[in-house]
């Protein structure tokens, strides 16, 4: 019913052990966990492009290996669906973030805002409409824009049930 997607890249180990066992935890087993090291650096978006291009179930989550969720996330999800095509719940962070604590926006999303999470759990096949994964940098944003011109509806749940881990330093050092 449901596959967990997760790109990593060398260096990251301690906290891919750390994804990996949040996605072991689910109170609904999820069907298979895909993980794909990106030893040649091609970067996030072509490892989650080469990962969806494998997932055969209905339904998709894009987890960061740095992101954790909590043990009720695909149960939650899953219940709260129904006929929307990508379902996201708020999250926590280390460092206050809360960019994705909102309801969905389609005006939002339009003038490129990123809202929904790239967490956030969708129907496979309307990813693959819109041609997966783009190739560019914002690439989470950009596939949602196109699922959403293409028709596929957005539902979220005004409850925290995953973390976004951020190193504080790069977190500081990144911002304007």
């Known amino acids: 019913m449901i596959t967990v997607c997760t790109a990593t890249i060398v260096g990251r180990e301690e906290m ?9 935890a689910q109170t609904l087993p ?4 895909l993980i794909l090291l990106d030893t040649e650096r091609k970067g996030g978006a072509w490892t989650k492009q080469q990962l969806l291009q494998q997932v055969t179930t209905e339904w998709c989550i ?3 290996d740095d992101d954790l969720i909590d043990p009720a996330y695909c149960e939650r999800l899953i219940a709260e669906a129904g006929d929307a095509d990508v379902v996201y719940g708020w999250c926590r962070s280390d460092v206050g973030f809360d960019t994705y604590n909102q309801p969905f926006s389609g005006l939002k999303m339009d003038t490129g805002v990123s809202h929904v999470p790239q967490c956030a759990m969708f129907r ?6 819109v041609g997966g994964v783009p190739q560019k940098e914002a ?3 950009l596939m949602w824009q196109a699922m959403h011109r293409n028709g596929a ?4 749940i005004p409850e925290e049930l995953w973390t976004y881990r951020l190193s504080p330093k790069w977190w500081h050092e990144s911002r304007p």
Do not use: G, I, P
């Open 16 to 24: 891919l052990a750390e994804c990996v066992e949040s996605v072991k």
């Open 30 to 33: 999820v069907s298979e966990h």
């Open 62 to 64: 894009l987890l960061d």
């Open 124 to 129: 496979t096949k309307s990813a693959l409409a």
């Open 139 to 141: 690439y989470d944003l």
């Open 153 to 156: 509806t957005f539902k979220h």
